[in-house]
């Protein structure tokens, strides 16, 4: 049972990676190509260090760190969005470290990091894949180094991928919450932007 239950997860994995990549074909309703005023605070009150970008898509965040001095990486898992970011950083002119890799297992991340930016992508992950990111998230987080996430919440009724109240609870073990501003999303969802700071007394 086990086996079967890996292999249909293993199987819903692969479909959602090619819907992703065909969405990429065109522009997701995410894809602003603008980076959102929380993080450009951030940037206007910390100074240069070095940044990863958990679900970069096509890299708008990751040049808008290199272009104020950041030692900027990302990562996604759509292959087709790592392409057009690179394109994207080759005409601003800007150097850049991009992959595509597994946010919650990546094989091309080494070292520690001063920020990691997450827009959207831990609310999306499974329970599994939750408790592998948040364990990876304290292994390459600077000490004092700060988490700044975006996600929404999941549906009420449970339906759909999304955030819960538990979810937010794995971070507490390691990172200590600096700010939070709940809103919601595109109008409709509960969603929040969440900053924590990896405590120097919890650094694993």
Known sequence: MRELSCRISWIMSWLRQIYFNLLYFRKPPWDTQLSPPELIEFIGNHPPGRALDLGCGTGTNVITLAQHGWEATG????????????????????????????????KHITGR????????????????HKD????????????????????????????????????????????????????????????????????????G
């Open 75 to 106: 990562i996604d898992y759509v292959g087709h969005a790592i392409r057009i970011a690179r394109r994207k950083a080759q005409q601003a002119g800007v150097s850049v470290e991009l992959h595509v890799d597994d946010v919650s297992k990546p």
């Open 113 to 128: 990091f001063d920020l990691i930016l997450d827009i959207g992508c831990y609310h999306s992950l499974d329970s599994d």
């Open 132 to 203: 592998a990111y948040v364990l990876n998230l304290e292994r390459i987080t600077a000490k004092g180094g700060t988490y700044l996430m975006y996600g929404f919440f999941q549906a009420p009724d449970g339906s759909g991928r999304g955030m819960r109240k538990f979810d937010l609870d794995r971070f507490g073990t390691s990172f200590n919450l600096i700010k939070r501003e709940d809103g919601t999303d595109r109008g409709e969802r509960p969603s929040v932007w969440l900053t924590y700071n990896r405590s120097p007394d919890k650094q």
